[in-house]
């Protein structure tokens, strides 16, 4: 079985990207851990795609708190020096909102609400 189950905060906005078959949106998330130390974290990169990768790229912004279900995936590649790299991410098959959008800028001024619903999906890869 290979589920992942996390909540914790977007620690930038999403990155977007359309690619030839898939829009994406990649964040990373912190993830508060019990210890000693009252600000560890574990930071945890992210993917979504599709649907929810629009979604979470229109309505997620730094800050946020997310719960983050998916599946862990071992990227590896080789970079131009001939070095072996991987990296371990989560393709996110649901993502839920778990705080209300700011409504107001660092000025106090209002803005337009942005919606607060989740973004739930899935992405499945077609066979062939």
Not at 23 to 34: C, G, I, K, N
Not at 82 to 96: F, L, N
Request: glycine share 8%; net charge neutral.
């Amino acid at each position: 079985m290979n589920t992942v189950q996390l909540i914790g905060r977007l620690t930038a906005d999403p990155d977007i990207r359309a690619g030839e078959k898939h829009e994406s949106a990649s964040f990373r998330l912190a993830v508060p851990r019990r210890s000693a130390d009252k600000d560890a974290a574990d930071f945890i990169d992210i993917v979504t795609f599709d649907t929810l990768a629009a979604t979470c790229g229109e309505y997620l912004t730094k800050g946020r708190q997310v719960a983050v279900t998916g599946r862990l995936r071992l990227n590896e590649w080789t970079t131009n020096e001939g070095e072996r790299r991987s990296k371990i991410q989560v393709v996110a098959g649901d993502v839920t909102f778990l705080d209300k959008p700011k409504t107001a800028d660092d000025n106090g001024s209002s803005r337009e609400e942005i919606p607060d619903r989740p973004a739930v999906g899935s992405y499945r890869r077609k066979a062939g």
